[in-house]
């Protein structure tokens, strides 16, 4: 009786941890490396893969299912010494489509900014009040952006807290790793991980919030429904796009969003009647000019 107790409470233990909020997979790259051991980064993958998806984000309770899909590219660009190393970071999250077996993009971004040190079975620790290592706060910084992108999909605005805490992992970072890093102050140019948090809680950036969360939810969900209901709820969410880039030219976050939801739109709008295929090229082009001709070509006329 005794050992059926225990191998119950394991199950339930294991249970436990398999339902965090993050279901991440993590791929190092290291087309430049030169001395250090490869097997480093093959430890470190296992590192921040168990680093975000067994650290507890939010105070919500979720199923295995639910959890949020995060894929990471991470690839060493330099080596400045034996244990630290410039990278790019690519993050791509998504969640499924209500009614499909469709999983729809929610966040695609890439940050050239990384500077970090990391020796072999290094751990990577989180504090929420404090600034451990420059790793750890990059990887919490963008869990919490993540969540904060699910949950604006799932509720207006349901993403603020996390947003919050993306910014206050900001504020941890102290004026000298700051100064000697790039990424985390307003200098360090306009796609930076200062710019994202900032675009995210302004409220310039609101409308695209509230456009965001119909798109997905009063749009994209419901679209196994009635698929010209839920198409024209997305399209006049695009079109608050227009707003946003009035009140706040050149904003990261519309970068963001259309790089993230560039094809989607495209495929989408293929088999959209003319009125709308017009009206949602039009304000693709004018929010997203670096991808005009792959609007006009693949949504048509």
Known sequence: MKNWFLLILATLVFAKIDAQELNVTVDIQTPKLQTVDPKVFE?????????????????????????????????????????????????????????????????????????????????????????????????????????????????????????????????????????????????????????????LLTSRVRPFRQAFYDYHRQGLDLMHENAAAGRAVMTQALSTLLDVNRTYPNSMILQVFTNTKASEIIEIYKGAPPAEKSEVVKVMVKVDPTKASNYRQGIGR
């Open 43 to 199: 430890t470190l993958e296992q590192t921040m893969k168990e680093f975000l998806n067994n650290q507890k984000w939010t105070k919500d309770e979720f199923e295995q299912e639910e959890r949020i899909d995060l894929n990471i590219v991470m690839t060493i660009t330099a080596e400045i010494n034996p244990t630290t190393f410039n990278a790019e970071l690519l993050l791509q999250s998504t969640r499924p489509v209500f009614g499909s077996t469709y999983e729809t993009p929610l966040f695609k971004h890439l940050d050239k900014q990384l500077t970090f040190t990391y020796q072999q079975y290094q751990p990577l620790e989180y504090s929420q009040t404090s600034y451990i290592n420059e790793l750890s706060s990059v990887l919490a910084f963008y869990a919490n952006i993540v969540i904060g992108f699910d949950y604006d999909s799932f509720s207006p605005f349901g993403g603020d807290p996390y947003f919050q805490k993306a910014q206050d992992i900001i504020n941890q970072v102290p004026p000298g790793i700051a100064s000697s890093v790039k990424g985390w102050l307003p200098k360090d140019g306009n796609r930076s991980r200062y710019w994202l948090a900032e675009n």
